[in-house]
């Protein structure tokens, strides 16, 4: 499907130079002169590269055909990650490269996005949004209460986050799966 320069967005999945590119950052430019163009970076999802590209606006690209199904985590070993098809219960492995760091995010039943492009799986899409329980974090310093002042925490899933200074060890917050920010307390 052809799509205009100007509506490349984080996430996408593009086919440029005989390859899939997976879009990380994009930069809308509108400079005082010449034409406008996108800044975008992308990583291959077959060679793991990474490539930086301008496309003028008026240029025209092929976002690559996905067929997206969910599917709910079971378990993890060393090498694979394991799925099923909540509607078929068929079964499939993924491999930690395609996965990568958002494995550790994963926990059992959490349902997730997998796209496929002629039927091998390329990426994973987790929900926006998920709930985990502070397993650890420092107590607040008195008298820090600058509005941007963050402290570590650590979740139950071993992650480390940058967390409000009123959030204590027991808590439930919510974290942003794209951004790994702190979005809010539950």
Known sequence: M?????EIRVGMILEFKNDLWEVLKTNHVKPGKGGAFAQVEMKSINKNTKLNERFRSSETLEKALLEEIN???????EDNFY?????????????KDIV???????????????????????????PNQL????????????GQTVSSSYKPA????GLQIQ???????????????????????V
Do not use: C, W
């Not at 052809?2 to 100007?6: D, E, R």
């Not at 599917?71 to 070993?77: C, E, K, M, S």
């Open 71 to 77: 599917y709910n985590f079971l378990y993890n070993d």
């Open 83 to 95: 799925f099923m098809n909540p509607k078929t219960f068929e079964q499939i492995n993924l491999n």
């Open 2 to 6: 052809k799509i205009n320069a100007t």
């Open 131 to 142: 709930e985990y329980k502070i397993e650890s974090t420092d107590a607040a310093i008195k």
């Open 163 to 185: 967390v409000p200074p009123f959030i204590e060890s027991g808590d439930k917050i919510i974290l942003d799966t794209r951004s790994m920010e702190y979005v809010k307390k």
């Open 100 to 126: 990568g760091d958002k494995g550790q995010m994963f926990s059992e039943n959490l349902e997730v996005t997998i796209n496929f492009h002629n039927e091998i799986p390329i990426n994973i899409i987790l």
């Open 154 to 157: 650590i979740l139950e899933n």
